[in-house]
């Protein structure tokens, strides 16, 4: 059993299992998964829909540009709560 357990273990300390928890930073595929299944169906074009609101955006710096994003994102078509920080850290990026 002991040895079960420090496998268990040595696992969960690996990079990779950590990458995993780490989808949700900035620039991780996890945002743009977010607009593909939220978002595209009516906003297709990341860059265009981005376009629109850039007279808000230019500027500033991505972790200011993430709050305005994620304000916006919460008072349009808003995905799932957990995802809208992921989603506005994302777009922050582009």
């Given at each position: 059993m002991r040895g079960v357990l420090a496998v268990v273990l040595?696992?969960?300390?690996?990079p990779a299992a950590r990458a995993e928890e780490g989808a949700t930073t900035i620039?991780?595929?996890?945002?743009?998964a977010i607009w593909e299944a939220d978002c595209a169906g009516c906003h297709r074009d990341v860059d265009r829909a981005l376009a629109r609101v850039?007279?808000?955006?230019?500027g500033?710096?991505?972790p200011e540009r993430?709050?305005?994003l994620r304000d916006?994102?919460?008072n349009?078509?808003?995905p799932a709560r957990d995802k809208v920080e992921v989603l506005a850290a994302w777009l922050a990026q582009r």
């Open positions: 040595l696992v969960l300390a690996t620039g991780e595929p996890a945002g743009e850039s007279w808000a955006l230019t500033q710096p991505p993430a709050v305005w916006f994102i919460l349009h078509h808003t």
